[in-house]
């Protein structure tokens, strides 16, 4: 059982990042924490260890007991040696810890999207905010959407049923159909 003190619980499991601090502030807990030494290309798939640069990238996290946790994660930029390929310089990519382009971890996002398929926009919302992930309606939306998206096409449907709910012709609107 993971301890709070040490590091492996406030961390994505299997992202190899190392802890450097955890602080308390009035927003909730800030996790700082470093990326790897070394990154692969996303090119040519060589493994570089010349480090261009550095940046933070700020990522929400589960939270601990109804308290938000933001992840400051010290990120790098790499330079590729390979004389054949077109990247010179890329950024790293945490694909165990976060999305490109994201604003929360994976993790995070999987809690996002299994209360917006099941309670949607406005109940959602109110959920996820007293469990401390502050998250609008509209993003619990726009992630059913892009889910729905990335989804594969599925085939043509041949047969549409009516439920038996609907109001037959020959009966009167007010009046159910027996079943």
């Not at 406030?10 to 990042?17: C, K, Q, S, T, V």
């Not at 004389?83 to 890329?90: L, S």
Request: proline share 5%.
């Amino acid at each position: 059982m993971n301890n709070w003190t040490d590091g492996e619980a406030w961390l994505p499991e299997r992202a190899d990042l190392g802890l450097c601090s955890v602080e308390r502030n009035q927003e909730g807990w800030v996790v700082e924490a470093m990326a790897p030494n070394s990154a692969t290309c996303p090119e040519c798939g060589e493994l570089s260890t010349a480090r261009h640069s550095s940046y933070i990238r700020h990522l929400k996290d589960l939270p601990v007991q109804g308290v938000a946790v933001k992840l400051k994660l010290r990120v790098g930029r790499w330079r590729c040696r390979n004389k054949r390929c077109r990247q010179q310089i890329f950024c790293q990519r945490l694909e165990r810890v976060a999305e490109k382009r994201s604003s929360e971890t994976r993790r995070c996002e999987e809690i996002i999207q299994q209360v917006a398929y099941a309670l949607g926009g406005r109940p959602g919302e109110r959920l996820i905010r007293r469990w401390g992930v502050h998250c609008s309606k509209n993003t619990l939306l726009r992630q059913i959407k892009r889910w729905a998206r990335s989804r594969p096409a599925s085939e043509k449907i041949s047969v549409l049923g009516v439920d038996e709910w609907v109001t037959c012709p020959q009966s009167s609107p007010t009046k159910l159909p027996q079943i």
